[in-house]
T-cell receptor
Framework: DAGITQSPRYKITETGRQVTLMCHQT?????MFWYRQDLGHGLRLIYY???????DKGEVPDGYVVSRSKTENFPLTLESATRSQTSVYFC??????????????FGSGTRLTVV | RKEVEQDPGPFNVPEGATVAFNCTYSNSASQSFFWYRQDCRKEPKLLMS???SGNEDGRFTAQLNRASQYISLLIRDSKLSDSATYLCVVNSGNEKLTFGTGTRLTIIP
């Protein structure tokens, strides 16, 4: 089915482990985004990408790495997970720069717990 | 000052009532404005865009006041299914959207 999918839906990992969250969209949207959502902070932008091989930092990039070798995939890697990275992670996409005027479409989210 | 500010609520409103939320933004150069809805443990979903002239979609009306830098959402004849968190979202002139922390609405039977 077309859309934006995230995997896994739930993940528990240990402090210090590397973990990768996957995001895949089938619309060939140019822009993709990673947000984290925590109580009291709302949605905060981690990284975003304007196109394949173009990525840029958002508001809270420390401890995260992204790549975008293909337009449809935008994985987020926590290099060495910490408890403060326990959160709900949302991936989103939009069609183009003009697509910002039309908002984003979000994936269903990944609930990550770091123990 | 936060770029986008909302009253977190909660707003507890009887079914059938009218409820309104406001949201203020700090960047006067902001260009695009949206309301998103987020149900518990789900992803945010676009509810409506907010245009300078104001816009209406069924029971929902969104307005923009650029002079005072706020946007509003009015829900008429509220339904139980309107219970959710409503996120105010602003594009401040770049390709990224900034989200408010949300206003929680509960419709009471």
């Amino acid at each position: 089915d077309a859309g934006i999918t995230q995997s896994p839906r739930y993940k528990i990992t240990e402090t210090g482990r590397q973990v990768t969250l996957m995001c895949h969209q089938t619309w060939s949207h140019s822009y993709m985004f990673w947000y984290r959502q925590d109580l009291g902070h709302g949605l905060r932008l981690i990284y975003y990408s304007a196109a394949a091989d173009i990525t840029d930092k958002g508001e809270v990039p420390d401890g995260y790495v992204v790549s975008r070798s293909k337009t449809e995939n935008f994985p987020l890697t926590l290099e060495s997970a910490t408890r403060s990275q326990t959160s709900v992670y949302f991936c989103a996409s939009s069609e183009s720069r003009r697509g910002v005027d039309y908002g984003y479409t979000f994936g269903s989210g990944t609930r990550l717990t770091v123990v | 000052r936060k770029e986008v500010e909302q009253d977190p609520g909660p707003f507890n409103v009887p079914e059938g009532a009218t409820v309104a939320f406001n949201c203020t933004y700090s960047n006067s150069a902001s260009q695009s404005f949206f309301w998103y809805r987020q149900d518990c443990r789900k992803e945010p979903k676009l509810l409506m865009s907010v245009y300078s002239s104001g816009n209406e979609d069924g029971r929902f009306t969104a307005q923009l006041n650029r002079a005072s830098q706020y946007i509003s959402l009015l829900i008429r004849d509220s339904k139980l299914s309107d219970s959710a968190t409503y996120l105010c979202v602003v594009n401040s002139g770049n390709e990224k959207l900034t989200f408010g922390t949300g206003t929680r609405l509960t419709i009471i039977p």
